[in-house]
């Protein structure tokens, strides 16, 4: 069996739930469940006996040796993670706590552990740590993609942590021989993504007739990748990668926030024309003039501090060595994904509770909603 962290959220569910489905060996899914974590997403898992849910911090060292002894993985791989930039500039203890603290105390577990096993069980004992993109800091226009050597400059406190948690993880590989594997994304998109995130966010609202926010000049550039292709990749890293090394993941999808929304808005146009929207009782028409298209909802708001610019990958490591390719176009998964929130704003709602209210609170309040793009 392997044992899965942050299994409860977005990427972490996906994962298992293609796990299942492809590989077919037992599952731990170690998770504290914050606001991100949601066992609902692995409802068509939770009747599966090669499913198990243990909820608990990987901050939590007794814990986690217990886990580890109980079930004896043959891998961790670790998605547990504190995951939003807007939310490390607002609060970043939390970020140092799981993501340092938390990466650490799972790596010192998982060291204990791994030194007691016998062979073949120790040489094929892996830990794999999901990274980011993020930590390569920013780029230009015209640079080229991150490479796996591209030196560590993370930007916000988010990234800042990740950094220090992959670090942590080359170091255990170095000094002790842990056999580690770190994977780096970029942003992932798709199904059970907490609508905090820019696609989640951007598809409720403007579903719901809300202003959808985009930051400064909605120029800045993420590269787009469909978490079913990620998950595919964490796969292969884990059964084929080798040891000690990274592999970066990029949907080779590069696309302005202002594409993105505008991409949004055209295919709600497409499957829930405003005429149709407004019946929905949940509906709020935004200003006082009608509105005929969604992309009328988009509004520049007050940009992030430290906005990274530009993120690109280079995945051609993970390609050449691995075979991995990303399947999914950005405008089929985008697709997708706005087919699959309108087919789930129930469990929208059910996760976005009053906590999440008095985020959007937090975050948007000052941000001038007025300026429509
Ligand atoms: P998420 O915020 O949706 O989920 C994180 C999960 O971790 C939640 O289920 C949460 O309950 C759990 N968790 C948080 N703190 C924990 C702790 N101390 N102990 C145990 N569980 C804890 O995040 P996500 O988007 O699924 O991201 C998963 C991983 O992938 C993270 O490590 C993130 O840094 C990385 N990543 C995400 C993206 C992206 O676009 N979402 C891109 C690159 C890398
Ligand atoms: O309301 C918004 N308006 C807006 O313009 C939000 C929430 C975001 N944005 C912008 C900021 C970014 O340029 O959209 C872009 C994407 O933002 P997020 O969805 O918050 O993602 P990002 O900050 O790029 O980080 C994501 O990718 C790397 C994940 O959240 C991280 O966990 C991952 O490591």
Known sequence: MILVTGGAGFIGSNFILDWLATKGTPVVNLDKLTYAGNPANLAAAAKDDRYVFVKGDIGDREFVGKILREHKPRAVVNFAAESHVDR??????????????GTFNLLEEARAYWSNLKE?????????????????????????AFT??????????YAASKAASDHLVRAYHHTYGLPVITTNCSNNYGPFQ??????????????????????????NVRDWLYVGDHCAGVRLALNKGRVGETYNIGGNAEKTNLEVVQSICAILDELRPLEA??????FTIHGSKPITR???????????????????????????????????????????????????MDWVDSVTSGAYRDWVELNYADREMGNRK
Request: cysteine-free; aromatic content about 10%.
């Open 88 to 101: 490390s500039i607002h609060g970043p203890d939390a970020f140092v706590q799981t993501n340092v603290v």
């Open 277 to 282: 929207a407004i019946h929905d009782s949940r």
């Open 120 to 144: 073949p069980e120790r040489s094929d004992f892996r830990f794999l740590h999901v990274s980011t993109d993020e930590v390569y800091g920013s780029l230009g226009s015209n640079d080229p």
């Open 294 to 344: 969604h992309s009328s909802l988009v509004t520049l708001v007050k940009d992030r501090p430290g906005h990274d610019r530009r993120y690109a990958m280079d995945a051609r490591k993970i390609e050449r060595e691995l075979g991995w390719r990303a399947r999914e176009r950005f405008e089929t998964g985008l697709r997708k994904t706005v087919h699959w929130y309108l087919d789930h």
């Open 148 to 157: 796996e050597t591209t030196s560590y400059s993370p930007n916000s406190p």
């Open 194 to 219: 907490f609508p905090e995130k820019l696609i989640p966010l951007a598809i409720v609202n403007a579903a719901r007739g809300k202003p959808v926010p985009v930051y400064g000049d909605g120029l």
